[in-house]
């Protein structure tokens, strides 16, 4: 990363007659689309750059520049797991033999692709305990809609058409009330303990033959895990409803214990978060959906299977809840967390959890006497401070977070979960070495001492990076979306 | 500490509602613009419009909050501030001047159970 | 251990866990029931080296058979320009997170800005958001943004001219979220004005969703729609595959206030199906009903322009159930592919990639039509890059044939009434010589 801003945009770089491609010509020059119906085309102008092949990759390598990436640095960032992505899974993902394949051509001639899916689908049901996988959702929310409609589709398919509350606890991502919105259904909150789990009290009054299930994250977004959950999957199951699993937080249950065996019945990986594919500043992910058994001939179509001769096909249930894409999902992704699979095997998957679950009970022990820490006890992959424990100095979560970037890490998660004022979320996932952690510890207790004895310089953080704090006010009331605005 | 003025009913959802004749005069109350900070967009119903006691009729926006606006009573919307469209800031220079939408009460008695002065003030302590 | 993405010492192990208060890994995780602990091992092949990785995805890709492409349906083979594989693989934009701490995060809100303006030039429309997962979502995704956008609406009509994919996600959406969902049937393969016109006219339509060129590559006159829409209070939702609005009338000059699809058409590979990129764009009037993150320009303390996402009191993680989506990660990484594509192409190569698509196009129609086995499905209706042909031959044999010898020839119809029907496409990645060999295959057949 490099701290001068660079700040240009495509637009300004453009001069008439310049070209950035190379074509061959044309060897059917007798059709030209100005046979067709003069009121079918496009009169507009058009703000397309006209750049050569220099000035475009200078433009998006200088812009790189002034990106934090994890090869960059630590990037503590609660509930998303940004864990090293492998070089390996880039290059197989980016192998012709698979990226030149059409979606619509014949399953014989795209054996080795369908292979992948099956291969992948089988090794998350046996890390997860789910009976089958579908791995068309594009990312973890879209995972949450699939995983909701199968649920709500396992009640119409009964004929129990009332259920259509959906139980989520307050500490939830954000997630899980919008796809529940955009499922139709209505959330119902349950409130945590003091203690930062669900309260099992509080739940059973909720409980009723209108509900279509429950959605719990854990270990929940507050790092902890929900120790009642035999009773909470008891409870929801003997109401009739089903239980979902949010596995935006699987990561430290790696090795040690399994969403089905949990009582799961539906359930979302991030193959972003927990299987290293990168995140891509935003994307593409995938969010495959994994349900128990009895609950596969609702998952969506097209759906990768098996047949007797050993050969892939797609299948399209008529019990299917339908399309939720246009194909199969993110394929690209799925290749690369394919590779993942394979390097971490049977001997290192084992291992991912626990070592995650370290590297956070480490940094909370090692800060807690100067961060406040709201909830005492074990950790697994993440924990929340509530800002400093020294509240007199009025230094914000926010100044916190700024700081930290001058000193070269990403911020933590901020300001969420909810529950607390000044949250600060910490995940540093296993990938993270002892010397990376003490750094990070020792440039927290470093900003701690700053808040307490030279608190301005910790307000208008950061100073060293490449712009300063944002007006995020100014953002929103004199809007600029696109270039125009500026040149209008 | 925020600003309760004398004679207005209040919600627990921090709207409040000032009565002339059979007309309410709706916004959210300076402890409410407080908390959400810079106020950057209102969405407001529109004239003609039902709104219902203890239901949602639009929302105030702030950077990094977006919050519900409860209406205290029920009725007709008659008339919305025009001029919280372009400064939407209004609402934070003076909450209570900056009313957002103007309804006449189809029902009086439901003021009955709003909340006044002292018993806002309470809640928001 | 030794595992090269685990950083752990045994003596690291052992401090931390000291630090920590626990006598073992296992000592983490104490407060877990024993009813839901594994107790085993995975039943999963055992760790592979780099070597041995490498080479189950080689003999993998072996089991596949890349072909000369003459499919469509949404999804085009366009050639993708060297430049953008080698610098969207740079680590700084592909392991950030969603550029939430701008200071840090310029490079990604810029080039976001950057497709938001092409995006928006490209559809003419004012303004676009950061991408959603695919055209068929996008298409969902602005069918429930007009049922909120409208009031006193309970029903959306959509056109059979549509790609199926995208019909069949936005039913799967509708039947869920509640939406009332109708389907406008086709005539000589293009949307039935007269029955969009009588439902749009009993009212209570909060939108309308036609497809351009729609799926049987044919180019529909919409004159008049939008104005039908606007008079009866519906908002014109319009998919376009997203490259050929260089040339065609754009949503924007067709009066649509939704424009969605897909981004592939803009230099992605094919990858079997995606990653791809759903663009969705629309009016400033309608901002606030957008679904999907949204980047802005402004100003940082010192003065400078800078960029951050903003409008954010629309997104889940700050309305929770009253978001206008549920979207979170979107298709990041390929709103950078497309944009870099476009810095590229520039306005004389993207019209110039569509002007060699159309000529290829309508060169293999001529040649198909003269060997006497095919007719247009729907005569005189003008397509572009892509159209349908109806034949008496046997299908299934003669795609057969093309295959052995590695072509994918075209795609059969599955649609009632139309299985004696194939979709062509041509890009210009086609070459004379490889449109006159399926020619003249299909000719011996």
């Known amino acids: 990363m490099n701290n001068t801003y660079y700040g240009k945009l495509i637009f300004e770089l453009s001069k008439k007659g310049r070209v950035g491609y190379s074509l061959p010509k044309n060897e059917f020059a007798t059709y030209s689309t100005t046979q067709l119906p003069d009121h079918l085309l496009r009169k507009s102008g058009t703000i397309l750059p006209e750049a050569d092949e220099q000035t475009v990759v200078r433009h998006y390598t200088n812009m790189s520049n002034n990106n934090f990436g994890v090869d960059t640095g630590f990037y503590p960032l609660g509930s998303c797991t940004m864990k090293y992505n492998p070089k390996i899974n880039e290059e197989m993902a980016a192998l012709p033999a698979f990226s030149a394949l059409h979606p619509t051509q014949p399953a014989s001639t795209a054996q080795g692709a369908l292979k992948v899916y099956y291969n992948v689908q089988q ?89 279509a299930g429950m959605m719990m994250t854990n270990p929940n977004t507050l790092g902890l895990f929900e120790t009642e959950i035999p009773e909470i999957t008891r409870l929801v199951h003997e109401c009739g409803g089903l239980m979902y699993y949010d596995g935006a937080n699987l990561n430290p249950l790696l090795g040690v214990c399994r969403p089905g065996d949990m009582g799961f019945d539906v359930m979302h990986l991030n193959l972003h978060k927990t299987f290293s594919t990168p995140h891509g500043g935003g994307g593409p992910g995938a969010g495959p959906v994994g349900v128990r058994k009895g609950l596969e001939e609702y998952l969506p179509s097209p759906h990768v299977r098996k047949n007797d001769a ?123 070495s002892k010397d990376t952690l003490d750094s990070f510890i020792a440039t927290m207790r470093t900003i701690a001492e700053e808040a307490a004895q030279q608190p301005n310089v910790v307000k208008t953080a950061p100073h060293h990076t490449p712009t300063k704090r944002m007006d995020d006010v100014k953002a929103v009331k004199e809007p600029h979306l696109t270039y125009k605005s500026y040149t209008a | 500490m925020s600003k309760v003025v004398e004679g207005l009913y209040y919600t627990e959802s921090h709207e409040y509602v000032k009565v002339e004749g059979n007309i309410g005069y709706v916004g959210i109350t300076d402890y409410a613009q407080s908390q959400l900070g810079n106020v950057v967009y209102v969405d407001m119903p529109e004239v003609d419009d039902e709104v219902t006691a203890g239901e949602e009729f639009g929302a105030v926006e702030s950077v990094k909050a977006a919050s519900d606006l409860i209406s205290p009573v029920s009725g007709t919307v008659i008339e919305i501030n025009e001029a919280l469209e372009d400064a939407p800031e209004l609402v934070n220079e003076d909450a209570y001047a900056n009313w957002i939408m103007k309804v006449e009460l189809s029902d009086p008695s439901e003021l009955e159970n709003l909340l006044d002065a002292k018993a806002y003030e309470a809640i928001c302590q | 251990m030794n595992y090269k993405y685990f950083p752990h010492t045994e003596d690291d192990i052992r401090e931390m866990l000291q ?17 839901v602990k594994l107790g085993r091992d995975y039943r999963l092949p055992d760790a592979k080296s780099e070597i041995e990785v490498r080479r189950e995805f080689e003999a ?15 999804v085009y083979d366009h050639y993708t320009p060297a430049v953008i594989n080698y610098v ?90 509640g939406v009332n969902l109708i389907v406008i049937p086709e005539k000589n393969g293009v949307t039935d004005f007269d029955f969009m016109k009588s439902e749009l006219e009993k009212g209570g339509v909060a939108g309308v969703i036609v497809g351009q060129p729609n799926y049987y590559g044919i180019i529909e006159d919409l004159s008049g729609i939008a104005e039908l829409c606007h008079q009866n209070k519906a908002l014109l939702i319009m998919n376009c595959p997203a490259s050929t609005l260089a ?65 954010q ?52 129609h001529d040649e198909l039509l003269k060997t006497g086995k095919f007719a247009d499905a729907f005569p005189g209706q003008p397509f572009f890059n892509e159209f349908c042909v109806r034949t008496d031959t046997d299908i299934e044999q003669m795609q057969g044939k093309l295959l052995a010898e590695g072509i994918l020839g075209g795609i059969r119809l599955t649609s009632e009434g139309k299985k004696d029907c194939i979709l062509f496409a041509v890009t210009e990645k086609r070459t004379k010589a490889e449109i006159d060999k399926m020619v003249s295959l299909i000719k011996e057949a």
Not at chain 3, 118 to 134: F, K, W
């Open chain 1, 310 to 432: 050993g050969q892939f096909y797609l299948d399209y249930d008529a019990n299917s809840l339908g399309s939720i894409s246009s194909f199969l999902g993110n394929f690209t992704v799925i290749l690369k967390a394919y590779a993942f699979l394979l390097s971490a095997g049977r001997e290192h998957f084992k291992l991912m959890g626990p070592l995650a679950v370290l590297n956070a009970n480490y940094i909370k022990e090692a800060l807690k006497d100067v961060y406040e820490l709201p909830i005492e006890g074990l950790c697994k992959h993440e924990f929340v401070f509530n800002g400093l424990k020294d509240k007199s100095t009025h230094v914000t979560t926010l100044d916190i977070a700024k700081r930290l970037l001058d000193y070269g890490f990403h911020a933590p998660t901020i300001y969420f979960p909810l529950l607390f004022h000044e949250a600060l979320m910490i995940e540093p996932t296993e990938t993270e």
């Open chain 3, 60 to 74: 993998l890709g072996k089991e596949n058979t890349p072909l000369v492409c003459f499919a469509g349906a949404g």
């Open chain 3, 313 to 364: 009191a629309r997104e889940q993680h700050i309305r929770r159930q009253k978001a206008t989506s549920n979207i979170c990660t979107n298709q990041g990484m390929m709103t950078l592919f497309v944009t870099m594509y476009m810095s590229l192409m520039g306005p004389q190569g993207l019209k110039e990639v569509n002007e060699q698509s159309y000529a290829g196009a309508h060169y293999l």
């Open chain 3, 19 to 35: 630090v920590c208060g626990v006598e073992d890994l296992e000592g983490l995780y104490a407060e877990l029931p024993d009813s």
């Open chain 3, 88 to 177: 969207t693989q740079r680590s700084e934009f592909l392991t950030s997170y969603t550029p939430y701490q701008a200071e840090i995060s310029q490079g990604t809100l810029q080039y976001i800005f950057e497709y938001q303006t092409l995006m928006a030039d490209l559809t003419g429309m004012s303004i676009s958001n950061a991408s959603m997962y695919d055209g068929a979502t996008a298409t969902a995704e602005a069918m429930m943004m007009a049922m909120a956008s409208v009031k006193k609406a309970d029903r959306i009509l959509i056109s059979a001219t549509l790609n199926p994919a995208v019909i069949r996600v936005t039913q799967t959406y509708a039947h869920f979220h």
């Open chain 3, 247 to 311: 040339v065609l009338r754009t949503p924007g000059e067709w009066g649509a206030d939704i424009a969605v699809g897909d981004g592939q058409s803009l230099g992605l590979p094919m990858n079997y199906g995606g990653p791809y990129v759903g663009y969705f764009c629309t009016t400033e009037a309608l901002i606030r009903k957008m679904p999907g993150r949204i980047v802005g320009g402004t100003t940082d303390s010192d003065g400078k322009r800078t960029f951050v996402l903003t409008m």
């Open chain 1, 123 to 211: 090794m998350l049901s046996e890390l997860t305990g789910l009976s089958e996988f579908t791995l068309n959702p594009y990312a973890g929310a879209h995972g949450e809609l699939t995983g909701l409609m199968i649920i709500s589709t396992y009640h119409q398919k009964r004929g129990d058409l009332k259920r259509k509350k959906i139980i989520i606890p307050d500490s939830a991502h954000g997630t899980n009330p919008a796809s529940a919105a955009v499922c139709g259904l209505e959330v119902v909150e349950v409130k945590s303990l003091e203690n930062g789990r669900v309260d099992v009290e509080a739940l059973k009054p909720l409980l009723s033959d209108e509900v």
